[in-house]
């Protein structure tokens, strides 16, 4: 059979989907088509088997994963009179080949977890088609016992002719059937039953069913038993296992009825036996292959959560203590030495990690990648997940040789330790997750405790990571103005312009709030591009409407991910002449830090926007530790000197040390032919005080906090501290 392509994309439109979805129940039915015995045309049977495949991909996709649609898709290939065994084996095979091949073309589910799924739906599938069928078997061969016996009993007491047709549907029958008296005496067995249990008929005739228990009977089935043979219930139906005479389980679906005399009174007991061990050992299988991972053997995240689930359910003094182990660096062994190198030590490390948890209530699971989890509970967890962390990170110390090569394994580790009933299984391994990461970004290959507020932190800023994009949609930023004040004559000089969120739920943020968040996605380049915008359409409004001057120049900051955007210098002349605010009228601010270590193809953006008449700013200058020989490479005409200099200067005497740093540090600025901007500015005292040495302008609470834009204007000159 020719394999079908690839399909593409996660995007599908529905046209596709569906095309996809009748290619698989081609491959379907060209499978089991043979093996059916149906009237049915082959076109007829695909629309038969259609609405199946439709909800085998449904359940596939499905929140909550659900598995009935799965079952009944069994119990449909059985009224399909897809009843050969071969059919079903024929069917889980192409399930498990192309049902996420073709139809698991989704949206937002981890290709691991589509196949941890469709292994259950198989389980189910199968399950559902083994009922359907025994269902179908025992109504059927029921119905003949029951007419075989009354022509048997008929026979007795009138003709003997019946008997061998009796005897011909007793001996043919394809499930094992046996009569006993009520006293539990097997009086006779057909061929099928006696196969069953081994062939010799010896072992099964004559012999009592008491001697028949087994340990995994429940206590019902023998509490039913006892009902049926004193005539309270006519028949129940049950699984149960027996012993073969060589000590084998055979496994049956068993049912029991109850055969009464002319009188009514309770005669003789019927067992219909279908043997069921082959189909639990596949469902066995399936159950492993569905909740264990498929390179390393250990339980997979179904397992894990499922005994997670457990641990934590509401019991007086029960506790719990997890480890989230993720590997240091193991990225860079993918990278460097492929993925069959990197798949030979999760399997080393899989092995040692099973020797760390061999105490009763300790389990070792891989949640996928390089991520681990080791699970203990019972008396103790305090101590006894302490103890299990140490042994996570000693049995990683020991190099891996893999190729001839030794690798140094190191991990990060996540402690969550509690009492059970408090957290359900995704708050834990959130909570897990979390503290896994902060021991990453203290170095790694240590332990760390869950922490509460830690928690809420981390979450609150993956809550605001994934609502920036929308809120850049939905308007929620805004600018505040805060003025830049000429020193020597006190007019207001220019203005900063600073972002802020208004966010639904938190308020207003700063920047120090979503920044750093906005860098490490990538949104800060069109959010950057949105505030230089509004901020240079503000200046161009204030120069229209101020004839006396208004603020002649806008600052905006830059960050480092915007420095290194291709578009800067591209983005800057298009909002400049899309407004018709001159270059000279717009200052970019670049910390220093950014700035460190630059190499010309850094700094040659800033250089061609320096040509155009763009004013660049030093920012937080003094906190960087640069090299003041750099300033004379860099294409910048202010400074902006931290306010960590000037601090000293709120009192009155000022602090000697500083006023000596700011006076140099200008008379260094000037030299090079660069205007000083001083930060912070909160006193009139600062603000005397920098006059005197000579900066050009300042900004601060002295003068006015960051506000609207028509208050520019709007100086307070009041201390602030």
């Not at 799924?117 to 269902?135: D, S, W, Y």
């Not at 339980?299 to 499922?306: A, D, K, Q, S, Y």
């Not at 970019?588 to 700094?603: K, R, W, Y």
Request: aromatic share 6%.
């Amino acid at each position: 059979m020719k394999l079908p392509s690839q399909p593409s994309g996660s995007g599908a439109e529905p046209d596709d989907v569906e095309d996809r979805l009748r290619r698989f129940v081609t491959i379907w039915s060209r499978a089991i088509f043979p093996v059916t015995a149906t009237s049915l045309t082959r076109a007829e049977f695909e629309g038969h088997l259609l609405p199946l495949a439709r909800s085998l991909s449904a359940a596939l996709h499905g929140r909550p994963f659900d598995t009935a649609p799965a079952h009944r898709a069994g119990a449909g290939l059985v009224a399909a009179h897809c009843t050969d065994p071969d059919a079903l084996s024929r069917t889980l095979g192409v399930v498990d080949s192309y049902l996420v091949l073709y139809c698991g073309t989704a949206r937002d589910t981890p290709s691991e977890e589509l196949r941890a799924r469709c292994a259950r739906l198989q389980h189910a599938m199968a399950a559902g088609f083994a009922q359907a069928l025994r269902e179908r078997t025992l109504v059927e061969q029921e119905a003949i016992a029951r007419s075989a016996l009354s022509a048997r009993s008929a026979a007795e007491v009138a003709l003997h002719a019946t008997e061998s047709r009796f005897r011909a549907v007793f001996d043919g029958a394809a499930i094992g059937i046996g009569i006993a008296d009520l006293d539990g005496n097997v009086l006779e067995v057909n061929e099928t039953l006696t196969r069953m249990f081994g062939g010799l008929e010896h072992h099964v005739r004559s012999r009592n069913i008491s001697e028949w228990g087994h340990p995994e009977d429940g206590p019902h089935v023998w509490r039913l038993y006892d009902e049926l043979v004193r005539g309270e219930r006519e028949h129940y139906r049950v699984e149960k296992p027996y012993y073969r005479g060589d000590g084998t389980v055979l496994w049956t679906n068993l049912t029991v009825s109850l055969l009464r005399d002319a009188e009514g009174f309770p005669q003789y007991q019927l067992a219909l036996m279908e043997d069921t061990t082959e189909r639990r050992l596949l469902n066995l299988r399936l159950r492993y292959e569905a909740t264990h991972d498929a390179l390393t053997g250990l339980p997979n995240r179904t397992l894990f959560f499922e005994r997670l689930e457990k641990a934590l359910a509401p019991a007086d003094g029960a506790r719990f203590g997890l480890c989230y182990l993720d590997l240091d660096g193991f990225k860079a062994i993918n990278d460097s030495l492929g993925h069959s190198a990197g798949d030979r030590l999760l399997v080393e490390v899989a092995d040692r990690l099973q020797s760390c948890a061999t105490a009763p209530g300790e389990m070792v699971a891989r949640l996928g990648g390089d991520e681990f989890v080791a699970l203990t509970t019972g008396a103790g967890t305090e101590r006894g997940v302490v103890e299990l962390a140490n042994r996570i990170l000693a049995v990683l110390a020991t190099p891996v040789r893999i190729d001839g090569r030794e690798l140094t394994v190191r991990g990060s580790v996540g402690v969550v330790e509690g009492p059970a009933g408090e957290r359900t299984p995704a708050e834990v391994l959130r909570s897990a997750d979390i503290t896994m990461y902060r021991a990453k970004s203290a170095g790694g290959n240590r332990f760390e405790f869950a922490d509460a507020e830690a928690d809420a932190r981390a979450i609150t800023r993956h809550g605001l990571t994934t609502a920036l994009p929308a809120a850049l949609e939905r308007g929620e930023f805004f600018i505040e103005y805060q003025p830049l004040v000429h020193l020597g004559d006190g007019s207001v000089h220019g203005a900063e312009a600073l972002v802020r969120w208004c966010h639904p739920q938190h308020g207003v943020l700063g920047p120090d709030r979503f920044i750093p968040l906005a860098e490490n996605t990538g949104l800060i380049v069109p959010l950057g591009r949105w505030v230089l915008q509004e901020a240079v359409r503000q200046a161009r409004f204030w120069q229209t409407r101020h004839s006396d001057g208004g603020p002649l120049r806008i600052n905006v900051n830059l960050s480092p991910t915007q420095l290194h955007h291709p578009r800067l210098v591209a983005d800057t002349v298009d909002v400049l002449e899309r407004s018709g605010l001159e270059p000279g009228a717009l200052c970019l601010e670049v910390t220093e830090s950014a700035l460190i270590g630059a190499d010309d193809d850094l700094l040659k953006p800033l250089r061609q926007l320096a040509e155009m008449g763009v004013d660049i700013a030093l920012d937080d200058f003094g906190t960087g530790y640069s090299n003041l020989a750099n300033l004379r490479r860099l294409p910048v005409s202010v400074l902006k000197l931290d306010r960590s200099f000037t601090r000293g200067m709120q009192q009155h005497p000022a602090d000697p040390v500083d006023l000596k740093i700011v006076e140099g540090i200008v008379s260094l600025a000037h030299s090079l032919e660069l205007a000083v901007t001083v930060e912070g500015v909160e006193t009139g005292a600062q603000a005397q005080q920098l006059r005197e040495l000579g900066c050009d302008t300042a900004q601060g609470w002295y003068y006015a906090r960051p506000g609207a834009p028509d208050r520019i204007h709007s100086l307070v000159l009041a201390d602030a501290v």
